[in-house]
């Protein structure tokens, strides 16, 4: 379903179901981008060898799963629950490893 399906020009419109999608969007556009920032933070230093695909992949993942989790109508919490912690510790790692490249 989409805001063009529903002829909804703004918000949801009532839609349930467009509903649960623009909150999937937002929440992944809320942490992504903070994922995203810092991986690419490391990436311009040069010297964060292996950790940026590390970090990468665990943020997709999360992301992934979070997604998939949210996204169905009885939200199943076990997914998105890894997601979110899949993310936070990528998010973690990557804040460690940048203060890592900074001061060591």
Request: glycine share 18%; aromatic share 6%; charged share 15%.
């Amino acid at each position: 379903m989409c805001p063009a399906k529903t002829l909804t020009a703004l918000g949801d419109g009532g839609d349930p179901v467009l509903l649960r999608r623009i909150r999937v969007q937002g929440n992944c556009v809320e942490d992504g981008s903070t994922g995203v920032t810092a991986d690419g933070a490391g990436r311009a230093s040069g010297r964060a060898g292996p950790a940026c695909p590390c970090a990468g992949t665990m943020l997709l993942g999360g992301r992934l799963l979070h997604a998939y989790g949210l996204s169905q109508v009885d939200e199943l919490n076990r997914f998105r629950g890894c997601g979110m912690t899949l993310t936070f510790f990528s998010i973690g790692f990557s804040a460690l490893t940048l203060v890592w490249l900074a001061f060591g």
